[in-house]
Nanobody, 125 residues
Framework: QVQLVESGGGLVQAGGSLRLSCAAS????????MAWFRQTPGKEREFVAA????????NYANSGGGRFTISRDNAKNTVYLQMNSLKPEDTAVYLC??????????????????WGRGTQVTVSS
């Protein structure tokens, strides 16, 4: 079992930045592909970014537009999402997830075995 806890969300003005963190416990994070998703009421959970176990490969949704950067520190058992130039449409609950999938960096929800509860990001215009 892996427990994931997100932090770092909050209220920020458009154009601002936030860095989200996802702290893991239970098993070494280095065993898993890690990803960030986001969700707004009435919409499906949306893939944001994923990173390979070593951190050497990343994958981003087009919605990030080069504004988001995923990274990880396996020694600290933590994954990060740096978000710059935030827009009101980035407002969502951001969740981190862990996958033991052997194939690539999946974007679908069903590929992820463990989920955090999320952290709210609100971007004001």
């Amino acid at each position: 079992q892996v427990q994931l806890v997100e932090s770092g969300g909050g209220l920020v003005q458009a154009g601002g930045s936030l860095r989200l963190s996802c702290a893991a416990s239970g098993r070494p994070l280095s065993m898993y592909i890690m990803a960030w998703f986001r969700q707004t009421p009435g919409k499906e959970r949306e893939f944001v970014a994923a990173i390979s176990p070593s951190g050497g490969v990343t994958n981003y949704a087009n919605s990030g537009g080069g504004r988001f950067t995923i990274s990880r520190d396996n020694a600290k058992n933590t994954v990060y999402l740096q978000m710059n130039s935030l827009k009101p449409e980035d407002t969502a609950v951001y969740l981190c997830a862990a996958s033991s999938s052997p194939n690539g960096l999946p974007r679908r929800n069903s590929a992820y075995n463990y989920w955090g509860r999320g952290t709210q990001v609100t971007v004001s215009s």
